[in-house]
């Protein structure tokens, strides 16, 4: 293998899954020269044979790969997260210029990516963190990208990103996100909605199996028939694949042999931690992540259900009916989560400083990714219409949707409870639908209870000020400073 030296508009380093799959899309566009490398030259060489069609610029050192790339130099990184990724871009910064563009298409942790940027941008050469979703296929057919990193670095990049997207109502699934780690703190919170939609379609085929009594088969019917209207979803369509589908081994249906232990590699772990820090309720994406959690104990489940003599006996319910009333439980909940998922990327946006269009995320995720829904367009409307909404819940148009299946969705959550089904991405996203629209939260008892055991202080509903009770002297109120611990 020979490198020419400078004739690559853009390098891919990372021959693996997504990598190579990636090289191939940027392959496939009009006016792309492609250079590949990877650290075994090895995988090089595979896919050089197997696509001689791409015409890409292979190199076997990072030397000849540098080498290869026409100025100013564009690399993207698609290599293990971590430390793998910090290997790769200290040898592309050794050998890059000021204005070379170092991209990290992996799944980086956005803080990671700020602490990238800072560093490289010291050398004068752009970094830009991506989030690239979608999987192989993505990859390789179109993903959703969400890059960060500088608007400067963004005009090179940009069309070269257009140019492999994916395409929703013509238009690219890609817009530069805002600075430094915003790429990937968005991808972040889509891979947070990801657990989050995911599991409350898991919780409905739970209700519907459990309380209706019908076959995966029977379901995957239902799930079709839902994805069209507001469901209309690639979760909701697979769904019903995964429903369909027959173990060829015994002749049972797939979900039935498969063990019920749900795997996470820590992308809504992350969500939830970064929805800590920020101060920014995700019960729906907690939920989600820790319900993974919960089925993947089986030395607790079993202990505890050795304790158990007898369970609820299941509501009856009018199929057809009860069917309906959990596809608007599932709508309001699905809600609930993408109203959490924004408030996380609105959070974050002004705790690191970025101007992030919100109404451009949800365009971009309207294709390519594994939340893909036709449900976005409504997201997209909302901030059309209005771009300081503090909740997605209060545009028009979802309060609506959600006051029109409330009923619906009480009925659901209480025959789940009754009938011993759990429900914590439908049960939580009531009860957060429902503290919202409370006159009154009992948060003022839990005032009380921080005044009398920390002087934490409170204010009244009456009066200006901060007020302390002396509740171990006479219980008469004083007025003082907010307390500091
Ligand atoms: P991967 O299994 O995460 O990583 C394997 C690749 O990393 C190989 O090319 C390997 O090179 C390289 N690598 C590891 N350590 C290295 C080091 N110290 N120096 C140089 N290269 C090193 O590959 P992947 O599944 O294709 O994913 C690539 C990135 O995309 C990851 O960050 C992943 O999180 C992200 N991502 C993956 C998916 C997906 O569906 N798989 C979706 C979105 C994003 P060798 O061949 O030499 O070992």
Redesign the pocket.
Known sequence: MSSTAGTANIGV?????????LARNLASREGNTVAIF???P??TRKLMAEHPEAGFVASESIDDFVASLAKPRTAII????G??????IS?LAERFEPGDIIV?????NFHDTIRREKDISAKGIHFVGTG?????E??LNG?SIMPGGTAEAYKTLGPILASIAAVAEGEPCVTHIGTDGAGHFVKMVHNGIEYADMQLIAEAYDLLRTITKRSPAELAEVFTAWNSGDLESYLIEITAEVLKQVDAKTGKPFVDIVLDQAGA?GTGAWTVQNALDLGTPVGGIAEAVFARSVSSHPEQRSAVQATITSRPTVVEVDVDTFADDIRAALYASKVVAYAQGFDEIIAGAKQYGWDIDKGAVAKIWRAGCIIRAQFLNRIVEAYQNNPDITSLLEDPYFASAVASGEEAWRRVVSTAALSGVPVPGFGSALSYYDSLASKRLPAALVQGQRDFFGAHTYKRVDEEGVFHTLWSGDRSEIATEPSTH
């Open positions: 380093v990372g021959m693996a899954v997504m990598g190579s799959n990877n650290r075994s090895e995988r698609m290599v293990q997260a430390a793998g990724t910090d290997a790769v040898e990290d298409g992996g799944n980086a690239i979703s979608g999987g192989e993505g990859a993903p590699k």
